[in-house]
C-alpha cells in the first residue's frame, strides 16, 4: 500500500517567506507527527496529532511554526518569516493508535532558506 | 528529560562479520525503545522495537537487538554484515506512558566494506 508522502520534496526560498509543507499520511493512521531534522542529527520532534488535534506541540522551536490537520488525514507545516536557520529537512510520519506503535516516516522535505 | 547516546558516529566493519551499533538511553520509568534506518535519498525505515517481554528483539533484514535495563542500553547487532547494510541508523526512546515524545539518537553511520 502508499507509504507516507510528502510535498515538495524540495523547496527554496528566500529569508522572510512563508512556506506550506504538506503531509499525506498511511490511511487509516490516527497519529501524524512532524519531526525536523539537520545534517548530522537525528530526527526532532516538533508536532504530534491525534486525529484532528495538535496532542503535542512542545517541541515547536517558536511561533512562527504552525501545523494543522483539520480532517484528521492531511497536515500541513506552515512556517512565516523563515529564517536560514530553519534550513533543514522536515520529516512527516504516522502511526496507528498507540504509544507502543512505531512510526512510519515520509522521505522529507528538504527546506532551503537563502 | 529523556534522551538517547549513540557514541559512535561510524562503524566499519567487513562483509561477512557481526556488527553492533550501540545505544544507550535514558527515560525516566520503563522505556519503549525503536532502531530505525535511513538509506541515502529515503525516508527511515523502521527496524525493531521492544516494548516488554524477551530481552531478545528479531527486527527486518537479519537484525536483532537485545534490551539491558541494567547498562540502560539497547544494542543493534546481526551475525553477518552485509554491503547492502551500510546506511544511517538511529536509535529512539519514549516512555511507556506516551506522554513524551519519540528521541532520537544522532545517529551511526555503518559501512560494511567487501
Known amino acids: 500500500g502508499a507509504g507516507v508522502s510528502q510535498t515538495p520534496s524540495n523547496k527554496v526560498t528566500e529569508k522572510g517567506k512563508y512556506v506550506e509543507l504538506r503531509c499525506d499520511p498511511i490511511?487509516?493512521?490516527?497519529?501524524l507527527y512532524w519531526y525536523r531534522q539537520s545534517l548530522g542529527q537525528g530526527p526532532e520532534f516538533l508536532i504530534y496529532?491525534?486525529?484532528?488535534?495538535?496532542?503535542?506541540d512542545s517541541g515547536l522551536p517558536n511561533d512562527r511554526f504552525f501545523a494543522v490537520r483539520p480532517e484528521g488525514s492531511v497536515s500541513t507545516l506552515k512556517i512565516q518569516r523563515t529564517e536560514r536557520g530553519d534550513s533543514a529537512v522536515y520529516l512527516c510520519?504516522?502511526?496507528?493508535?498507540?504509544?507502543?506503535?512505531?512510526?512510519?516516516f515520509g522521505p522529507g522535505t528538504r527546506l532551503t532558506v537563502l | 528529560a529523556q534522551s538517547v547516546a549513540q557514541p559512535e558516529d561510524q562503524v566499519n566493519v567487513a562483509e561477512g562479520n557481526p556488527l553492533t551499533v550501540k545505544c544507550t538511553y535514558s527515560?525516566?520509568?520503563?522505556?519503549?525503545l525503536f532502531w530505525y534506518v535511513q538509506y541515502p535519498n529515503r525516508g527511515l525505515q523502521f527496524l525493531l522495537k521492544?516494548?516488554?517481554?524477551?530481552?531478545l528483539v528479531k527486527g527486518s533484514y537479519g537484525f536483532e537487538a537485545e534490551f539491558n535495563k541494567s547498562q540502560t542500553s539497547f544494542h543493534l547487532k546481526k551475525p553477518s554484515a552485509l554491503v547492502s547494510d551500510s546506511a544511517l541508523y538511529f536509535c529512539?526512546?519514549?516512555?511507556?506512558?506516551?506522554?513524551?515524545?519519540?528521541?532520537f539518537g544522532k545517529g551511526t553511520r555503518l559501512s560494511v566494506i567487501a
Open positions: 510520519a504516522s502511526s496507528s493508535a498507540g504509544v507502543n506503535n512505531e512510526q512510519f
Open positions: 490511511s487509516g493512521h490516527t497519529a
Open positions: 496529532f491525534q486525529g484532528t488535534g495538535a496532542a503535542d
Open positions: 527515560v525516566s520509568g520503563n522505556p519503549y
Open positions: 521492544y516494548i516488554t517481554g524477551d530481552n
Open positions: 529512539a526512546v519514549r516512555d511507556m506512558w506516551g506522554n513524551t515524545p519519540l528521541v
